[in-house]
Nanobody
Framework: QVQLVESGGGLVQSGGSLRLSCAAS????????MGWFRQAPGKEREFVAV????????YYGDSVKGRFTISRDNAKSTSYLQMNSLKPEDTAVYYC???????????????WGQGTQVTVSS
């Protein structure tokens, strides 16, 4: 049973930065694609980023391209989401996910963390 635990959320001013972490346990981390989704109040869950396990290729949602960077450390079974130039519209609960392959479709991922709140003030 894969368990995912996010950390690093908080309150930041517009233009600031945060780094989210996702610690995984159970399963074989290096064989999982690791990703992030977010959900703001009253909105649908939105794809943020994913990193493949086989070649570390990365994919991003259009709204975060050029500002966010996803990475992974297989030795620590941890993935990261570096968020720069944050905007108020980035405010949401951010969820870590893992699955067999990268996808922007939330239903593709069987494993979800509990979420961490990111709030960007204007």
């Amino acid at each position: 049973q894969v368990q995912l635990v996010e950390s690093g959320g908080g309150l930041v001013q517009s233009g600031g930065s945060l780094r989210l972490s996702c610690a995984a346990s159970g399963g074989t981390f290096r064989f999982y694609a690791m990703g992030w989704f977010r959900q703001a109040p009253g909105k649908e869950r939105e794809f943020v980023a994913v990193i493949n396990w086989s070649d570390n290729s990365t994919y991003y949602g259009d709204s975060v391209k050029g500002r966010f960077t996803i990475s992974r450390d297989n030795a620590k079974s941890t993935s990261y989401l570096q968020m720069n130039s944050l905007k108020p519209e980035d405010t949401a609960v951010y969820y870590c996910v893992s699955g067999s392959a990268p996808s922007s479709w939330p239903n593709h991922y069987p494993n979800w963390g509990q979420g961490t709140q990111v709030t960007v003030s204007s």
